[in-house]
């Protein structure tokens, strides 16, 4: 659990391009091997490169001026959780990676139409959700304190995504019920000024969480 992450914590904890056996990495070889569940919640922003198409993780104390060397590129993310020796792992994404925010740009005096935004390439045996297209912004919950893809995704894990009432929450499940819930608590709080629609991309049938 770490709070304002910078880029030491992340080479640290998902490894670099050189090393990609990071201390998850040990982690997990360590306690079960490829019976492994590995969930992976990130929560902060995320911003294209002025300078390529690479998208990348803003850590704690980056400068967007100099995000190649600040950043961690979430290319490299995905290949290392990859690289995991487990057989479940899943990645959840409550970020956008437009270089947009609810408090405007995160690069100054840059429109938003000189970014190029590359969509994420989720590698094979990962689960992914993300709070949004790649394009859009995603949004603050006030009354929550925190973002309305994160609460609606807590509500699911805590049962309100169960569509078959089974006590087994899928990633299809979770889906769906973000899909539903999501958008519409934005066009809510935005005066249907904005859009939010999550992603997912992953085995639909794995089993996400287990409430019984």
């Known amino acids: ?16 391009n050189e090393n990609p056996e990071g201390k998850l990495y040990k982690m997990v070889k360590s306690i079960k091997g490829e019976k492994a569940k590995v969930f992976v919640f ?44 487990a057989e479940d ?10 270089g947009n925010s609810e408090k405007g740009m995160l690069y100054k005096e840059v429109s938003p139409a000189m970014l190029k935004v590359k969509s994420l390439a989720v590698l094979k045996g990962l689960n992914v959700f993300s709070a949004s297209r790649n394009d859009q912004v995603s949004s603050w919950y006030p009354k929550a304190r925190h973002g309305v893809f994160t609460y609606y995704f807590l509500a699911g894990m805590k049962g309100e995504a169960d569509a078959n ?8 499940e979770m889906e769906t019920y973000l899909e539903e819930m999501v958008p519409a608590k934005v066009n809510e709080l935005s005066q249907f000024e904005r859009e939010q ?16």
Request: with cysteine; glycine share 12%.
């Open 1 to 16: 659990d770490l709070n304002d992450a910078n880029l030491t914590d992340f080479n640290r904890i998902f490894g670099t």
């Open 42 to 85: 990130y929560s902060g922003h995320g911003a294209p490169s002025l300078k390529g198409k690479k998208t990348y993780i803003v850590p704690s104390l980056a400068s967007m001026g100099n995000l190649e060397f600040e950043g961690y590129p979430m290319d490299l993310l995905m290949e290392n959780l990859a690289h995991l020796p």
């Open 89 to 98: 792992v899943t990645l959840v994404m409550d970020a956008c990676f437009s």
């Open 165 to 172: 009432g089974d006590g087994q929450i899928t990633n299809g």
């Open 197 to 212: 629609n999550p992603t997912f991309s992953g085995r639909n049938g794995s089993i996400l969480v287990n409430l019984k």
